[in-house]
């Protein structure tokens, strides 16, 4: 099982990639006009208060305009997902082609956890600013 983590996520992350290619192409055919046509948050509709995911997908398209700040102050997950994936992506590549670096398998689900927890700070900050000071953060 040496590399099964770190061979699924490679495997995953080049699809990935190619469904990023394709989301960029969209955004810059189309802008983001088309946010305006995009459905409510039913968990914000439902509550009234922000989701984990909340602010995300301007956070992908500050990121794509290269608006790294900006994007982290969106949802912060979203930036650092993009800097572990482009890390791993091409340490990977590199392993794989031409056997530079280790294989250290299992590692990711280290950074993915770190992911996760972030987002779920960002989520209890926002809500404690929305909740406790009516602080509309997005």
């Known amino acids: ?11 995953l ?6 469904a990023v290619f394709a989301a960029a192409i969209f955004i810059w ?3 983001d006009s088309w946010l305006s046509v995009m459905p409510n948050c039913a968990f914000e509709t439902v509550t009234g208060l922000y989701c984990p995911g909340c602010g ?3 956070a992908v398209l500050a990121l794509f305009q290269g608006r790294l700040l900006k994007s982290f102050l969106y949802h912060p997950a979203v930036p650092y ?3 572990v994936y482009c890390v791993f992506m091409i340490r990977m590549f ?3 082609h031409f056997g530079i670096g280790s294989e250290k398998d299992g590692r990711i689900l280290i950074f993915i956890y770190i992911g996760i927890v972030i987002a779920l700070v960002q989520w209890i900050v926002k809500l404690i600013l929305l909740i406790g000071y009516g602080v509309h953060v997005i």
């Open 1 to 11: 099982m040496k590399g099964f983590y770190n061979k699924t996520f490679y495997d």
């Open 13 to 18: 992350g080049k699809w990935l990639l190619a």
């Open 29 to 31: 055919i189309f802008g």
């Open 56 to 58: 995300g997908t301007r």
């Open 81 to 83: 997902t993009f800097i």
């Open 94 to 96: 590199l392993l794989k």
